[in-house]
């Protein structure tokens, strides 16, 4: 019988092909609370569920196409009169 593969196990190695991240930014990310908890194996080997990966990712928010980055609230001109 074949497992659906939304219940497969990642490597780090998976994650990395498959997010494109590199290892730092995904222990980065896991650190901060930011990323799915790993399953601990024997061995002290850690695996993440797909189905995990999968339900993050499309959890992600998503940037307008028309306007990627939010606008910048505009900054105040400096007043360089006092510095002589």
Known sequence: MEREETSTLMTTDDLV???RMS???IWRKQAAGDFPKPC???G?????KRRDIDEWIDGLPVR???CPFPPQPAQRP???GRLL
């Open 17 to 19: 092909r498959h997010l």
């Open 44 to 48: 002290g080997q850690l695996r993440w």
């Open 78 to 80: 400096r007043d360089f």
């Open 40 to 42: 601990a194996l024997s």
């Open 64 to 66: 307008d196409p028309v």
């Open 23 to 25: 290892r730092v930014t």
